[in-house]
């Protein structure tokens, strides 16, 4: 590799042995020109080095119509890094600054090679600006985190209620179903998931909420209802027969048994004509128990 003097008393390169050959066919060297090998300190005459001696003769055998062209730079090449380093930045707005990262890295490393590139690559207006446009994007990553994460959890909880609000639902079709294949009467309390479990078929999902990891069953049957037919509700839309609480399978009971699963302190109840309700855990004792 060489570095060489231009007529324009401007330093070029480093440029390879091919290149300074090239520019001496153009005319755009020649034996006065002043050349720098690699490794070397001083500065000498292109006639010094050997290995442009035949390139060299061969100028000096071709007519000289034309003076020494001047040295002009080559156009620098835009730095792809530095471009991919923006756009990656500006992407953060969409992806919660995740692309960011990876642009303020980029970034960086392409103003470096930039300006260790002597003029041979271009863009750090653009690595700038990537580098700042990325580094103010996760700046805010704790910001926006902080915003989505509370609409995440609500998001969260409001799943979960749908989902408890459908095992309920399906559990009082499970015995309605039981009822009418035994003569309109209801399950017994101590035995009624099992009573029901074909009913749902067999799926141990239906009796569990989500917001319980581990438990075997979250709901429970309403204990005022043994021993009795469907007949004997004078008003199934109001009273309860299915609702959550905390204590295995078959469990059975009343508003005191009731476990308050999901934020805000609601319980899913399900009643005897087959509706769901979210109710406050204060309204439970004003429900309707008795048949």
Known sequence: MYKVIGSDQQ????????????????????????????????????????????????????????????????????????????????????????????????????????????????????????ICASGVLVLMIPIMA????????KAKAKAQSIHCMNNVKQLNLAIMMYANDNNEQLPPPGQWCDAIRRYTGGSQATFHCATQPGQDCTYAFNGKLEE???????????????????????????????????????????FADGHVEIVLAKRLASLQWEP
């Open 11 to 130: 330093e070029y390169g480093p440029i390879s042995t091919e290149e300074v050959t090239s520019w001496i066919n153009q005319r755009r060297l020649n034996g006065q020109s002043h050349v720098q090998g690699e490794g070397d300190t001083t500065w000498r005459t292109l006639s010094e080095f050997p290995e442009f001696a035949e390139a060299l003769a061969a100028q000096a055998e071709t007519p000289s119509g034309r003076p020494l062209a001047a040295l002009a730079p080559a156009k620098p090449k835009t730095s792809g890094m530095a471009i991919a380093s923006l756009v990656l930045g500006v992407l953060g707005v969409l992806t919660c600054g995740i692309t960011s990262l990876v642009g303020l890295v980029l970034g960086v490393v392409a103003l470096v090679r930039i300006n260790k590139s002597q003029g041979r690559l271009s863009g750090s207006g653009l690595a700038i600006g990537g």
């Open 228 to 270: 009795k037919k469907t007949s004997d509700l004078t008003a199934p839309g109001q009273t309860v027969m299915v609702f959550e609480s905390n204590g295995g399978p078959n469990r059975a009971g009343g508003p005191e048994i009731a476990a308050r699963n999901h934020s805000g302190g609601f319980v899913c109840v399900g």
């Open 146 to 153: 902080a915003m989505l994460l509370p609409a995440l959890a």
